[in-house]
């Protein structure tokens, strides 16, 4: 079965400090990672991805750091801002004809000012 | 915004009503998809058409029907639903399936079932 899990369930962190995101998945056939950020009231907007082949990608303050070998990824947010306060989303994508995104269950972070 | 529009922003029905969501795309993509998001669960992918043609039915019961006149405008018709189809349904699209799969959203349709 096709899954991703998704921890933690919510986060709390401070003005400044680095927010951490988990994810795991056990499908082999996915090849491309993307992270989502949604707003109350809006749909989610893709903030980052990134491909088996490398083991990080940055951009700005967002880092996605890929461990392929144990099947896990992870998005952390660098000096997080009370205006990061999102759930966030990790997926992941199937290969074939009809490609797919499966998402992780989602973080509702929270950043105190 | 996104480019990908969704009407009606909330809707409450009730289980012997007939009701459509739309969704509208202006990004020139040609694969559109309708997902549903309900709390503290992951996105459920329902369908996903590409270049008008129905190519993914996740198990979705029937009371749920898509249709995708163009590749710009993607409908769902809804009947005879269940209090635990109340969800927010999203609509999506992409340039096509077998690329990258960089999915734009918008923004869904609140949808209550009484």
């Known amino acids: 079965q096709q899954q991703v899990k998704q921890s933690p369930q919510s986060l709390i962190v401070q003005k400044g400090g680095i927010s951490i995101i988990n994810c795991a998945y056990e499908?082999?056939?996915?090849?491309?990672f993307p992270w989502y950020q949604q707003f109350p009231g809006k749909g989610p907007a893709l903030l980052i991805a990134i491909r088996p082949d490398v083991s990080e990608k940055k951009e700005g303050r967002f880092t996605i750091s890929f461990n392929k070998s144990a099947k896990q990824f992870s998005l952390h947010i660098m000096d997080s801002q009370p205006g990061d306060s999102a759930t966030y989303f990790c997926a992941a994508l199937t290969t074939g004809s009809a490609r797919q995104l499966t998402f992780g269950s989602g973080t509702q972070l929270t950043v105190l000012p | 915004e996104t480019g990908v529009t969704q009407t009606p922003r909330h809707l409450v029905m009730g289980m012997t009503n007939k009701k459509s969501l739309k969704c509208e795309q202006h990004l020139g993509h040609n694969a559109m998809y309708w997902y549903k998001q309900s709390a503290k669960k992951p996105l459920e992918l329902m369908f996903v058409y590409s270049l008008e043609e129905r190519v993914e039915n996740n198990s979705v019961p029937s009371r749920f029907s898509p249709e995708c006149p163009n590749s710009s405008h993607l409908f769902l018709h809804l009947h005879t639903l269940q209090p635990e189809d109340s969800a927010l349904y999203l609509c999506a699209s992409s340039h096509r399936t077998g690329g990258l799969g960089e999915q734009y959203f918008g923004p869904g349709t609140r949808l209550t079932v009484t």
């Open positions: 499908n082999t056939a996915f090849d491309y």
